[in-house]
C-alpha cells in the first residue's frame, strides 16, 4: 500500500515562496507519473502539474513561470516549488502518484495572505 504524506505548507504573504515536498512509501514511484493538485475552499480540486517518469513536466495556467515541480526517485520524493504566491493559490495541496489505482497524500495547507 502506497502511502503519499505532504509536507511544506504553511502561511506566507504575497510575493513569497513555499517548496512543498510528498515522501511516498511502500512503493517505488519510479515507475509513475506523478502530480500536484489543489482544492480551495467551495472549489473543486484542480490540476497545478504533472512530471512524469522521465521527468517531463506540465503546469496548469494559474502555475506556469512561478511553480516548478520536480523529483527525487533516489529520495522516493516529489517537490513544488512555488514562487511570487498570490492569495488565489490558497488552497489545500495534495500530491498524487499516477496510475490505476491513484494514490493521493492527506494534504498540505497553503495559505498566501499579507
Known amino acids: 500500500q502506497v502511502q503519499l504524506v505532504e509536507s511544506g505548507g504553511g502561511l506566507v504573504r504575497p510575493g513569497g515562496s513555499l517548496r512543498l515536498s510528498c515522501a511516498a512509501s511502500g512503493s517505488s514511484i519510479s515507475a509513475n507519473a506523478m502530480g500536484w493538485y489543489r482544492q480551495a475552499p467551495g472549489k473543486q480540486r484542480e490540476l497545478v502539474a504533472t512530471i512524469s517518469r522521465r521527468g517531463s513536466t506540465n503546469y496548469a495556467d494559474s502555475g506556469k513561470g512561478r511553480f516548478t515541480i520536480s523529483r527525487d526517485n533516489a529520495k522516493n520524493t516529489m517537490y513544488l516549488q512555488m514562487n511570487s504566491l498570490k492569495p488565489e493559490d490558497t488552497a489545500i495541496y495534495y500530491c498524487?502518484?499516477?496510475?490505476?489505482?491513484?494514490?493521493w497524500g492527506r494534504g498540505t495547507q497553503v495559505t498566501v495572505s499579507s
Open positions: 498524487s502518484l499516477l496510475g490505476v489505482p491513484t494514490y
